[in-house]
């Protein structure tokens, strides 16, 4: 194949607050569908590509040194992130024409990437292909990671989701009724309450919109405190958390949503709470825990098939509608975890 | 023995703010040596009192459930906390007249206590008594629990105390080097920060009073970023180390005594650098480490007899300045472990 047409999703800006979708621009490029002579690389199809808040903090211009994963987009280039492809050449001899993977990609129809931005190749295909942006790709591994690992749930313990019907949260709550647990979630509209609460098997949820007092709200679902608070939004719910916490509870800590765009992030004053009650709060990135995914897949896929976990997706058609997509998420339009599709096949 | 007098300290009134002397009163009471008929109490005369950061929580008027250990002082009834003591009699067969015991007790000249109040017998006299109020009691424990079980410090890493030449920092400071840490303290004076370079063996040391920009000057300690900060007070120290940690780094939480005389805490805005950083910070409570205790004192007491371990301690003479002594935590007006004597034998 010669060149071809290659649509791209590119930051014009760095960004301080809420993104827009000014903040990107869509480029006609044009790619060479043919690794270069000798190139370990690998040329991807992109199918589909994963939305995720960490994305907003690499939108940020950062002076000073970087953490790896977590690297300032470079400016008028794609944006980069999770995504779903297929091989159709590869200069490494893992990957073949065909396979389907799961890792980094480009904001972009086809990539060039080094085949170390392969997380895994895809080995089932029984279930949606997009499954593996979400549930059996990064934010499944995530919350799998965050609850089981660093969680440390036991048996009849409270748990409370903030983000709950995000692309983790859902599944940290279905993890926690597995579990035997109590779980509640919170989330940003009546439909997402509802959703957590019919379809996603939360014992309770609540729209932290409508709590003007977020530790009474806390207090009402639990009475006896709260021994594992999975963390996705940071701010004013942790502060009220805080005040809500049982000995010895834990905090794995994935994602602080709430402060990405502010300027200046809220205070947090009741950090004092951690030392009485004997608080681990533990934050952590997923791709330390990738070595687990083999295990994961096992645990995971037969409560897929048998319908026992669920999954909501919020599904965004074509790469030019990926900029809004991404933006939504930070205002919450997004129900379920967002997707954007780059092509099917 | 009869009916003798026992001068007291009571607290008059639970306090906003920073405490002051008069915040408590002294009460010439009375006691009976002599054990009430088929008592299983011990019946105690105290030597050594220890003033600690973690009192002033519990001069708070606290509405609600309380925490073990942490509940709120009792109006116009003697304040309790560790000391050092010597068993007039005991109603439990484990102790006898003559023992000396470190543990909880009340501020009098003479306490009747439940013999589950003591803590531990005191087995090694070959130091000074009062140290089992400091080095080989609570403070000890707590700097040994917080650094080696919970900050796991290895060899060739860097390590940050705040309130570095207190009753725990200047230990956790002399663990760090013990270990082979590069180990840097912040302390609110120039005579502290003298001690800790030239006595305690700190590598480093600054005042943090001369700071205004207390990450700039975390920064030029650290240009590569600390392992482990050992939190003692919490704030805008907390707030600068979250920008100066290395990945993978811990923060044995173990006060934030900055912020326990404010009625409303300081914001503490840079967590989400937990996430990135994979941070552990995590809060604990000496009691829960008492389980270790002599294989602590295996570790410290040849250490101690050696002279490679040294500890400062600030003696304050007689229960009537115990009130002082103790409100002089809070502005940082003593150097090293504030001890009270009520009797040396």
């Given at each position: ?49 994963s939305?995720d808040p960490y994305m907003r903090t ?9 953490v790896?994963g977590f ?11 999770y ?51 979400g549930i059996?790709g990064m934010p499944g591994m995530t919350a799998y990671a965050g609850f089981f690992e660093i969680g440390s749930p ?5 748990v409370f989701v903030s983000a709950a019907s995000g692309a983790v949260g859902q599944l940290v709550g279905q993890f926690a ?6 779980v509640?979630g919170s989330a ?38 709260i021994?594992i608070y999975f963390e996705n939004v940071g701010g004013?719910t942790l502060?009220?958390v ?7 509870a834990r905090i794995p800590t994935c994602g602080m949503i709430s402060q990405y ?7 947090v ?11 681990r709060m533990e934050g952590f990135v997923v791709s330390d825990y990738y070595?687990l995914?083999?295990?994961f ?32 998420l ?7 975890k ?8």
């Amino acid at each position: 194949m010669g060149e071809v047409s290659n649509k791209q999703v590119f930051l014009r800006n760095y960004v301080s607050g809420f993104p827009k979708e000014s903040d990107m621009y869509l480029v006609e490029g044009k790619i060479t569908l043919k690794l270069p002579e000798g190139s370990n690389d690998v040329l991807l199809k992109n199918l589909y590509l994963s939305c995720d808040p960490y994305m907003r903090t690499r939108m940020n211009k950062v002076d000073g040194p970087e953490v790896e994963g977590f690297n300032a987009y470079i400016l008028d280039s794609p944006l980069t992130g999770y995504g779903v492809a297929k091989v159709i050449e590869s200069g490494d001899p893992n990957y073949k024409e065909g396979d389907l993977v799961w890792g980094f990609t480009k904001w972009e129809e086809y990539s060039l990437v080094p085949s170390t931005q392969i997380v895994f190749k895809i080995e089932h295909n029984d279930v949606p292909l997009s499954y593996y942006t979400g549930i059996l790709g990064m934010p499944g591994m995530t919350a799998y990671a965050g609850f089981f690992e660093i969680g440390s749930p036991k048996k009849g313990e409270n748990v409370f989701v903030s983000a709950a019907s995000g692309a983790v949260g859902q599944l940290v709550g279905q993890f926690a009724k597995l579990t035997g647990c109590y779980v509640v979630g919170s989330a940003g509209s009546k439909e997402k309450v509802d959703l957590l609460k019919n379809k996603l098997g939360f014992d309770e949820a609540f729209n932290y919109k409508e709590e003007l007092d977020l530790n009474a709200a806390l207090k009402r679902y639990f009475p006896e405190g709260i021994d594992i608070y999975f963390e996705n939004v940071g701010g004013k719910t942790l502060d009220a958390v805080l005040l809500n916490l049982k000995l010895h509870a834990r905090i794995p800590t994935c994602g602080m949503i709430s402060q990405y765009n502010l300027t200046q992030h809220e205070g947090v004053t009741n950090l004092s709470n951690l030392i009485y009650k004997r608080i681990r709060m533990e934050g952590f990135v997923v791709s330390d825990y990738y070595h687990l995914y083999p295990k994961f897949l096992e645990f995971l896929l037969p409560h897929i098939r048998e319908g026992k976990i669920v999954y909501v997706e919020d599904i965004a058609e074509g790469l030019e509608n990926g900029p809004a997509a991404l933006v939504g998420l930070f205002s919450g339009r997004n129900v379920g975890k967002q997707v954007v599709v780059v092509a099917r096949e």
